[in-house]
């Protein structure tokens, strides 16, 4: 298999959506591997078992059919889709938000959960390739094209994992 292409924090450069599957398909797995029930964040308040159960819930709740897009977006779901295309990482906005305020755990365990995210990729992965030129459509996202919408995971994964988390790749 060829190298892949790192950027300054070693992940590799998403530049299409076949980098981005591949990141999706390769590095998560081992990212998952490395994250540690006990493990601190670097920032936020999830734990690793929350933040996995909120990377599945977002990611299931992306894919959803939803039907066509309203004729007109809202503000909210147009600065989305501008952030998405911008390609830039994501950023942490802390909150007011204490833990009590985490929601309750619906997994039984880290390893449950990191079992139903990689099931979630997969079913993530499939809809993009064969969805053809069906763009998405979500209430909070907006419209977002197949290969816009696995771009976004990869920010979204990156910034839990790798930032969040302080996970890291590994080069092959």
């Known amino acids: 298999m060829p190298m892949i292409e790192m950027n300054t924090i070693g992940s590799m450069i998403f530049n299409s ?7 999706l398909r390769m590095q998560v797995p081992s990212l998952l591997a490395q994250l540690q029930a006990d ?33 007109e977006l809202n503000e909210k779901q147009l600065k989305f889709m501008k952030y998405v295309k911008s390609g830039k990482p994501m950023k942490h906005f802390p909150s007011e938000k204490t833990a009590a305020d985490l929601p309750d755990l619906r997994m039984p365990s880290l390893e449950a959960a990191v079992s139903e995210l990689n099931t979630a990729i997969d079913r993530l992965i499939i809809d993009a390739e064969t969805r053809g030129d069906r763009d998405y459509y979500n209430p909070m996202m907006g419209v977002l094209s197949p290969a816009e919408m696995v771009d976004f995971h990869v920010r979204h994964y990156q910034h839990h994992l790798e930032n969040q988390y302080q996970l890291k790749v590994v080069a092959e």
């Open 39 to 71: 493990a601190t964040p670097t920032f936020g308040l999830m734990t690793p078992q929350h933040m996995i159960e909120h990377l599945i819930w977002v990611t299931k709740a992306s894919i959803k059919d939803l039907g066509p897009a309203p004729a």
């Open 17 to 23: 959506m076949e980098n981005n599957i591949k990141y």
